[in-house]
Each structure stands twice: as C-alpha cells, then as structure tokens.
C-alpha cells in the first residue's frame, strides 16, 4: 500500500511540474514597437531590461516596401528608425517598457532627436493593438503633465505597420562598431539632454 501511494504521488507531482513546463513554454511574447531618433542608440538599453526577449531594429511607418538605409535617410521614404521588442508580459509589463521608453528621448522634438534632423528620426509609439493604445495615449498624457517639459509633446501614438528589419551591421551596432557607436552617441548630445531632464532616474 506505501509503495502504491508513494507511485501515485510521483505520478501526481509529475504532472504538476509537466504542467508547468507547458506553461512556461507557452507563454506568449509580446511586441513593442518605438521610433526615437537613431536606433543604433535605442538598442542599449532595451537589451538590458529584465523580461525583454529580443530586439530588431528597423524601418516603420512609411508607405516603400523593403526600405534601404541609405532611402530612409534621405527622407522620402516616410519610413522612421525604429526598434521593435519582443518581451514577456510575465517578467515586464508594457507600461514599464514605455517608461523607459520616455526616459530616453526628447519627446518634445518635432521631426528629429538630437543632431538628427528629419522625419525619419521623429518619436512615435507605433501600437499593435487597442490596449497598448489606450495604454500609449495614458502615458503620454503622465509624461505631459509630469512638469518636467515646457514644449508640447510631439511623439506620436500611431498603429503599428510593416517593420521591415534593418541591414544586419546595424543590428547590436553598439557591439559589432562600438568605437564608431561611441563616438556618435557620446557627440549627439542625448545623454547630456536625459541627465538635465530625468536625472539618474531609468536611462
């Protein structure tokens, strides 16, 4: 009889733990999707938030089908640099993936970020569904009223389109190029900009 009860409650425990293997493979990433001036300096910071699974950076929100860098920079594209992450909604929440969104661009910029001037360097939060809008447009209404800007928000809160993934040497460009990252990014004046604005808060 022990030895029977001791089977089944392996049995049992089997099944739990089966169980929630299954639910850990099962679990669904979501996508966020963000244009905020250069991608190359967008990248950073998402890669190092705990529960973010992937991130791609590329071409969004324009009307040409397989852009190239070279015809989203010259601006005719209607595309803008963007970042899409893939997280899990059980180790992050959306809300807080925008946060750090908002803590590392001008949203006040019109058609730039910093030393980059153009639409294809604005600020949007491009949406994949009705609850990250009704989300976005919440945010955006903290961030206008958080005080700590005195021009009207710019960014963008618009539907998500085709992202068409950028060349591949743009990818993690801050490891494959990281002196020319670098240098860019220590010159474009974005770090002195969140340091005056948010402090040491998320960025």
Known sequence: MRILLLI????????IVLAGEAVVKNTQLEKATFAGGCFWCMQPFFDHTQGVKKTTVGYTGGNMPNPTYEEVSSGVTG???AIQ?????????????LNIYWHNIDPT??????VDEGSQYRTAVFYHNEEQKRIAEKSKQAVSASGRFHEPIATQIVAASAFYPAEDYHQKYYQKSSLQYHHYHDNSGRNEYLEKTWGHDEH
Do not use: L, M, R, T
């Open 109 to 114: 910029q019109v058609n730039g970020q910093f």
């Open 85 to 97: 992450v893939e997280f899990d909604p059980q180790e992050v929440s959306y809300e807080k993936i």
């Open 79 to 81: 595309h803008a640099e």
């Open 8 to 15: 089944a409650a392996f049995v049992s425990f089997s099944n």
